[in-house]
């Protein structure tokens, strides 16, 4: 077991183009997490997978996010069209209960920087 | 709405001080409360995790206390190291819109020096 892992850590792209990001949950992990942060402030949570099921999305995940879990092992986070207000660090977490709750285990984060 | 605040925002120290770190909510309708580092650059760090139904959780020279009905957590550290220094954040998981994310404080930036 080796933890959340995302790729790549670092990311810079001019305005305008479409960026992907990975994360590699712990294995058997069912639900997964992707939060956003900027610099000075808290995650603020985007969006939540059951297994491969996209159960809730945060209105700040605009058109122009999308995120996937085909399998329901890793994910990706798709920003299309990446404006400068983009740049932040995305952090993926996940845990492994079904129901109820439990501690969330954090990525490294991938930092991305839109010029 | 779940609003998360932490005070104070940034704290410096001399090594060796007990500290206290304050996270408070509006909302007390919560399933556990959750405080985790996170080092400059770095992913979170969980912490403790203190359920809805336990007043603290302790974890080495961490002690983290949880009083539901005045909305209130505190984060103590008890003889401060300089390897102490990051970011803590405290974060709760709303009953309302389920459990299945976390609403964070901006967090607390911890500098201890020699």
């Known amino acids: 077991d080796t933890g959340v892992s995302q790729n790549p850590r670092h990311k810079i792209t001019k305005r305008g183009q479409n960026v992907t990001f990975r994360c590699d949950p712990i294995?058997?992990?069912?639900?997964l997490y992707w939060y956003r942060q900027t610099l000075g402030q808290g995650p603020e949570f985007l969006t939540y997978f059951q297994n491969e099921a996209q159960l809730e999305k945060s209105r700040l995940l605009s058109d122009r996010f999308s995120a996937e879990r085909p399998k329901g092992s890793f994910s990706t986070l798709e920003i299309q069209r990446t404006e400068q207000g983009d740049s932040a660090m995305y952090l993926c977490?996940?845990?492994?209960?079904?129901?109820?709750?439990?501690?969330?285990?954090f990525g490294p984060g991938t930092r991305l920087t839109v010029l | 709405k779940q609003e998360v605040t932490q005070i104070p925002a940034a704290l410096s120290v001399p090594e060796g001080e007990n500290l206290v770190l304050n996270c408070s909510f509006t909302?007390?309708?919560?399933?556990?409360l959750q405080w985790f580092r996170q080092d400059p650059g770095k992913g979170l760090t969980s912490l403790l995790l203190i359920q809805s139904s336990q007043r603290e959780q302790t974890s080495g020279r961490l002690n983290a206390s949880l009083d539901k009905s005045s909305g209130r957590s505190t984060l103590y550290i008890a003889a401060s190291q300089p390897g102490d220094s990051a970011t803590y954040l405290c974060a709760v998981p709303p009953f309302s819109g389920g459990y299945n994310k976390l609403i964070f404080g901006a967090g607390t930036r911890l500098a201890v020096h020699p």
């Open positions: 977490a996940s845990s492994p209960r079904q129901g109820g709750t439990d501690t969330q285990y």
């Open positions: 909302d007390s309708a919560i399933y556990n």
């Open positions: 294995s058997e992990h069912n639900r």
